[in-house]
């Protein structure tokens, strides 16, 4: 059983493009989770979505960030525009469908620098 | 707004030596905490989760307890490796959307 994939591992932007991040889940698990790991910060919850719904995104910046998880396919974080203080780690974590408080699984990471 | 601290913010300590993390937090009506492992440049590896109905946990050289009512979690290492040496996360799941508050990390040096 495949852990949580997430691609590309590393991403280096220009300031004013676009970047899109891209998790898939652990097999069965139809929760995500996307975090921010900023240097030398803590990590910061984002989003929270389930198959074609955004559950919680009370940590998203209002602007330029988006994230979906459709009924197909991985979960994507979009971030437009990119500015220098973009550049961070973000972590996909996946759960299982059950309801309740479960174990979160995270994936590696995409590490996004902004030139 | 859950807050969450660990103490100390690192450690470094000779090889063989059993070490204590602690975590502490706000809001003691959480669900359950996790303790995770985040190697320089790398991912998050989940250690240990506990449960909020639960006092502890072990897995192999690691023991987790929690104290809800006083807002503490503690992760004790027995017999320290350099292996060992990473930061050590706790996260607090306390709400109905899941989402983890994670603590500001202790990061572990163990000398050989």
Request: charged residues 20%; hydrophobic residues 35%; glycine residues 8%.
């Amino acid at each position: 059983n495949a852990g949580v994939m997430q691609n590309p591992r590393h991403l280096v932007r220009r300031r004013g493009q676009e970047a899109r991040l891209r998790c898939s889940p652990m097999k069965g698990h139809s929760h995500v989770y996307w975090y921010r790991q900023l240097p030398e910060e803590g990590l910061k919850f984002m989003v929270y979505l389930q198959k074609e719904n955004i559950i919680d995104e009370s940590g998203m910046p209002k602007e330029r960030f988006s994230a979906e998880f459709p009924k197909e396919g991985p979960s994507i974080l979009r971030i437009q525009q990119v500015v220098r203080g973009d550049s961070a780690a973000y972590f996909c974590a996946s759960s299982p469908r059950t309801s309740g408080a479960y174990e979160q699984y995270f994936g590696p990471g995409t590490r996004l620098t902004v030139t | 707004k859950q807050e969450v601290t660990q103490i100390p913010a690192a450690l470094s300590v000779p090889e063989g030596e059993n070490l204590v993390l602690n975590c502490s937090f706000t809001d003691s009506a959480i669900y359950n905490l996790q303790w995770f492992r985040q190697d320089p440049g790398k991912g998050l590896t989940s250690l240990l989760l506990i449960q909020s109905s639960q006092r502890e946990q072990t897995s192999g050289r690691l023991n987790a307890s929690l104290d809800k009512s006083s807002g503490r979690s503690t992760l004790y290492i027995a017999a320290s490796q350099p292996g060992d040496s990473a930061t050590y996360l706790c996260a607090v799941n306390g709400g109905a959307t899941n989402k983890l508050i994670f603590g500001t990390g202790t990061l572990l040096a163990v000398q050989p």
